[in-house]
């Protein structure tokens, strides 16, 4: 166990590999030989084609098993041949470096522009930088960056300069494509489940529920954004064929302001209007602890911890797809015991 009175950054890439177990398992180990880290989770999708792993350590030992993985992705995963519902630019697609305990927002800034000088110059992938670590605020959000997904890299590469590493698309580029890195709240990946197959509902549910909202022509044929209902909120539909349904798929970036609860119930009241169901839903990866009592609070009221916890697994459906198992899913008692 990772002693709690020393610095601890948490670190989440996501992968563009979600289906071959023995790729996913080699990009695993990468971290997990790496001393002074603690692998928390592998979160395969075959929908998503995509993987989401966490871990967790001290600095140094966050920075080089995040390498590790970037250079062992680089290797295995051919970005010419990725297909996947899931946007991204590269073969790991988006790297966070995320504060856990005794460590600064600055120090995951500069922590987060050693990891990208390094994968740019040793491992020469494009890199840019995003939310806290971004060096101007169109690249704040990771969405300007992915716009054109890996497809649109080579433009990309025209339009916006890396941060870091080559600026010119190249046939080691065409394999590898581009990786976001960056500094950032803890960020909840959390997916609600639509009784449907057209994803094109899933779609105007996330457009009227995300903080960006969407463009519409106004009375003179000018296009306009309409704000979405939920702040610190992102979201867009996808299919999932496996279960034969389609999901609202968001991500929470402060989950202290726009709670997992809320968001559940306006993606509920949304679809109910469109006259499906939202029945569960799902998360990618950890959550804190808080955020689960905070809405085991809401449906159950003042209970104990175990129970609150328990009364949020059943009111949001978080068992609907695959069984939610509090000991593998919620960070502190993965990290902490």
Not at 130 to 148: F, M, P, Q, T, V
Not at 189 to 198: G, K
């Amino acid at each position: 166990m990772i002693n709690t009175d020393r610095k601890i950054i948490e670190c989440v890439p996501n992968f563009s590999e979600g289906r071959n177990s023995g790729i996913i398992d080699k990009i695993a180990s990468a971290v997990k030989s790496t001393q002074n880290v603690k692998l928390l989770n592998v979160e395969p999708d075959k929908d998503y084609n995509r993987t989401v792993i966490t871990f967790a350590g001290e600095p140094s030992g966050v920075k080089e098993a995040a390498f590790n993985a970037i250079s062992t992705a680089s290797e295995l995963i051919d970005m010419s041949r990725q297909k996947g519902e899931h946007p991204r630019i590269g073969a790991t697609d988006v790297c966070p470096i995320i504060p856990v305990a005794n460590v600064t927002r600055e120090e995951c800034i500069e922590l987060a522009n050693q990891l990208g000088r390094d994968v740019g110059e040793k491992l020469g992938i494009p890199v840019y930088l995003y939310e806290d670590a971004a060096r101007s605020e169109e690249r704040r959000n990771l969405e300007n960056i992915r716009k054109g997904e890996y497809e649109g890299l080579k433009q990309k590469l025209r339009d916006w300069v890396p941060d870091y590493g080559p600026v010119e698309y190249n046939d080691k580029v065409r394999k590898s494509g581009a990786t976001v890195i960056g500094a950032r709240f803890f960020l909840i990946a959390y997916n609600v489940n639509l009784n449907t197959r057209d994803v094109s509902i899933a779609n105007e549910i996330a457009k009227k529920v995300r903080e960006s909202g969407s463009l519409i022509k106004d009375e003179t044929g000018q296009k306009k954004r309409v704000p979405g209902i939920l702040k610190y909120v992102k979201a867009i539909g996808v299919e999932l064929n496996e279960y034969n349904i389609t999901q609202v798929s968001l991500n929470l970036t402060n989950y202290k302001e726009t709670s997992m609860h809320r968001v559940f119930e306006t993606v509920k009241t949304q679809a109910r209007e469109h006259g499906v169901k939202a029945t569960g839903s799902e998360l990618i990866g950890l959550v804190p602890k808080e955020a689960l009592i905070e809405a085991g609070i809401f449906y159950a009221g003042n209970n104990s911890e175990e129970e609150l916890i328990e009364a949020a697994i059943e009111n949001l459906g978080l068992s609907q797809l695959n069984k939610f198992e509090p000991g593998k899913k919620i960070i502190e008692k993965l990290i902490y015991g």
